[in-house]
T-cell receptor
Framework: GQNIDQPTEMTATEGAIVQINCTYQTSGFNGLFWYQQHAGEAPTFLSY????GLEEKGRFSSFLSRSKGYSYLLLKELQMKDSASYLC???????????FGAGTRLFVKA | GAGVSQSPRYKVAKRGQDVALRCDPI?????LFWYQQALGQGPEFLTY????????KSGLPSDRFFAERPEGSVSTLKIQRTQQEDSAVYLCASSARTVPETQYFGPGTRLLVL
């Protein structure tokens, strides 16, 4: 079956670093995405990994291990505006279907 | 603006009523996706179009759900004989090409079935 697991909620302090983990079991794999979604808004793209390793983009980095079915999103220098849900998503082998996790709600406190 | 737009933003329907949700993708985008998002959950895939061809409709929950994109641009998701469990946010997303890459999401239509 298709399954993506990520923690339901996390809390971190402004200025700190937080790591949001994602494990997946899918019938196929054609890339892993991270999206940010503020309450009541549409998801917005953060990162894309298709090969193993770390992709860095400003304050955000994403890591992928295909053999372990594991990814994480690392957020540095946390800001209050980073309070949002973070969605891990896996693209199916055929390239059309994207399976989303339930999302991790991140609360950034002062 | 050049983003994905959806209308209406909010829709209240009585159980049994038919509804039609519209998506205007980013101009020139080949791929178009529809998702259903329940409160506190991630988006669930409904269907995928490549231009006007519906290549995957495996996520449509029942035959009451129907989607079309007749000219390869605007798409409509139709739900017939709505039921309370259809209440959700319906998201549309588009991407420029067919290969896996970022999807640009619209603001969604929040459907409430009473």
């Amino acid at each position: 079956g298709q399954n993506i697991d990520q923690p339901t909620e996390m809390t971190a302090t402004e200025g700190a670093i937080v790591q949001i983990n994602c494990t997946y079991q899918t019938s196929g794999f054609n890339g892993l995405f991270w999206y940010q979604q503020h309450a009541g808004e549409a998801p917005t793209f953060l990162s894309y990994n298709v090969l193993d390793g770390l992709e860095e983009k400003g304050r955000f980095s994403s890591f992928l291990s295909r053999s372990k079915g594991y990814s994480y999103l690392l957020l540095k220098e946390l800001q209050m505006k980073d309070s949002a849900s973070y969605l891990c998503a896996v693209r199916d082998q055929g390239g059309f279907k994207t399976i989303f996790g339930a999302g991790t709600r991140l609360f950034v406190k002062a | 603006g050049a983003g994905v737009s959806q209308s209406p933003r909010y829709k209240v329907a009585k159980r049994g009523q038919d509804v039609a949700l519209r998506c205007d993708p980013i101009s020139g985008h080949v791929s178009l996706f529809w998702y259903q998002q329940a409160l506190g959950q991630g988006p669930e895939f409904l269907t995928y179009f490549q231009n006007e061809a519906q290549l995957d409709k495996s996520g449509l929950p029942s035959d009451r759900f129907f989607a079309e994109r007749p000219e390869g641009s605007v798409s409509t998701l139709k739900i017939q004989r709505t039921q309370q469990e259809d209440s959700a946010v319906y998201l549309c997303a588009s991407s420029a090409r067919t290969v896996p890459e970022t999807q640009y999401f619209g603001p969604g239509t929040r459907l409430l079935v009473l």
